[in-house]
């Protein structure tokens, strides 16, 4: 079943991704930083598949190594966009969907390992509760300016979760750190949200 569900995850993420390709990515080439973010984005569906495995060491060692690869190359995607002058709507919204994806298995992960409580899903649903509500809000639909602040937030999420996931971290050190992670992302939600409402 791991394979099913690292197929069906990559499946899912390519298939939503190049259904926005044509009209969002204005050149004429996929690109060296998409390409780079599909590899990211099937180390993202490896660790998707880790969901429902069995809660061993070795499972968390894997899916730790898979998310770590993801992460390192996250800046490698948007460097390389902006080199081969290749930046467009589509690879920043790819980079930013695998993203919040990568966030939501490691805290299901960290969930179902025991590494810290079901508040740790706040980890991953919030980018999506954020989506659902520009739909009952029009004014939280309004485009974010990409910020220094919300970058670094993105990273200290990940690789809190990421020591959080750590074999050899345990609780209550590895509940510590993921609401560190947890605590980092409610602060940039809100940010975002009172922003959003002082220009609506």
Request: with cysteine; hydrophobic share 60%.
């Amino acid at each position: 079943m791991f394979v099913a569900k690292v197929v069906v995850a990559y499946a899912g993420i390519m298939g939503i991704a190049l259904s926005r390709f044509r009209a969002h990515h204005p050149h004429p080439s996929f690109g060296a930083a998409n390409v780079v973010t599909t590899i990211r984005a099937a180390l993202t569906a490896i660790v998707c598949g880790c969901i429902g495995e069995s809660s061993s060491t070795a499972a968390a060692a894997g899916a730790v190594s898979a998310a770590t690869a993801a992460t390192i190359l996250d800046g490698v995607d948007g460097w390389l966009a902006r080199r081969t002058q290749m930046t467009s709507a589509f690879g920043a919204r790819f980079d930013m969907e695998v993203d919040a994806l990568l966030i939501l298995a490691l805290s299901i992960l960290a969930w179902r390992h025991d590494k810290a409580g079901a508040w740790v899903l706040a980890s991953g649903l919030l980018r999506y509760a954020f989506i659902a509500a520009g739909w009952i809000l029009p004014w939280m639909q309004r485009p974010l300016t990409p910020t220094q602040r919300a970058r670094a937030i993105c990273v200290i999420q990940i690789v809190a979760l990421l020591v959080a996931m750590l074999p050899s971290v345990q609780p209550p050190a590895s509940t510590i750190v993921a609401a560190i992670g947890v605590i980092a992302l409610v602060y940039s939600f809100a940010v975002d949200t009172l922003w959003l409402w002082q220009h609506r």
